[in-house]
């Protein structure tokens, strides 16, 4: 089996509107020419971390491969690309969302480093977001961020039974 070129892994949410209709159309856009969908985790309820009352949310990662080299700017603007086909439209950090999707982690063994102003790689969030740490250790139990600490222990409550 051929290694890929470029592999990222994807965390999706939806809180408003068709969340599962929502999500199936961001994972569509991930499975697409030159990237392919090569894991898939469980869909997780989590409650919104914004401000205001909003609905739960939906989040599932994704390990998103392709056989061609991709610079993190484009999967970036993958990201973008299924977030708009979810239907979603500007509000307010932290709003509600038909969609979101983020870059979680970037390389095979998630290694890879990004920091620009338009993109933080590992998502600087994610030592906060015990919910994504266990979806990213439910698709690989061994993953760990760059600075040494492994998902699944971060995972807390969110770890499967």
């Known amino acids: 089996m051929t290694e890929p070129a470029s592999v990222a ?3 999706l949410g939806a809180n408003i509107g068709r969340r599962e209709a929502n999500l199936a159309r961001m994972r569509e ?3 697409r020419h030159p990237v392919h969908i090569a894991a898939a985790s469980r869909v997780l309820v989590t409650r919104p971390i914004g401000p205001g009352a909003q609905p739960d949310y ?9 056989p061609q080299s991709l610079r993190p700017e484009e999967w970036l603007t993958l990201c973008r690309e299924a977030e708009t086909a979810a239907g979603r439209r500007p509000t307010y950090r932290w709003g509600p969302r038909r969609g979101d999707a983020d870059i979680l982690v970037l390389g095979a063994r998630g290694q890879l480093r990004v920091d620009r102003s338009d ?17 990213l250790a439910e698709l690989d139990p061994d993953l760990e961020h760059p600075d040494g600490w492994r998902y699944a222990d971060r995972a807390g409550i969110f770890v499967r039974q």
């Open 58 to 66: 939906l989040n599932q990662v994704l390990r998103v491969e392709s």
């Open 29 to 31: 856009r991930f499975d």
């Open 9 to 11: 892994w994807i965390g």
């Open 119 to 135: 993109l933080v790689v590992p998502h600087p969030e994610l030592a906060n977001r015990p919910f994504e740490c266990a979806l």
